[in-house]
């Protein structure tokens, strides 16, 4: 995991925008800083997730990321997957870790990592871990 803390790069003042230039724009972005928006909102909710050049923030993260993952966007369902494998900002939870990496794979057939990812879940599973993530993955 190659940790990146771009704190320098981190926009955190506003005052480089004139606001003449933009009286259209003129909300404030306190909420969410103005270089946010070019970021794919995976990256975006995996900052917070890992707390990547911001401070953690575990349900800001998963409201960027589940609805991506709705979305079959395979990223988020990957990233969804690992965060239910580990307990990472939820509970640990492998038929539903399953449930979302089984879904990638459907989109992404060939992926082999994601195969070989999914056969080692599988291979940890319990008996009724199995069965529940047999039917959540219908």
Not at 32 to 37: M, R, V
């Amino acid at each position: 995991d190659s940790e990146k803390l771009p704190a320098a790069t981190t926009p955190r003042t506003i005052s480089r925008t004139p606001a003449a230039a933009k009286p259209a724009a003129t909300k404030p972005a306190a909420a969410k800083p103005a270089a946010t928006k070019p970021v794919d909102s995976v990256t975006e909710a995996e900052r917070y997730i890992y707390g990547r050049g911001v401070a953690q923030d575990c349900d800001r993260g998963l409201r960027l990321l589940k609805p991506a993952a709705e979305q079959f966007n395979v990223k988020s369902m990957i990233s969804l997957g690992a965060l239910y494998s580990t307990g990472t900002c939820t509970p640990r939870d492998l038929p539903t870790a399953y449930r979302w990496f089984a879904l990638a794979l459907h989109k992404e057939p060939d992926n082999q990592a994601l195969q070989n990812d999914l056969q080692k879940l599988w291979s940890t599973m319990t008996p009724p871990e199995r069965q529940l993530a047999i039917k959540l993955s219908q």
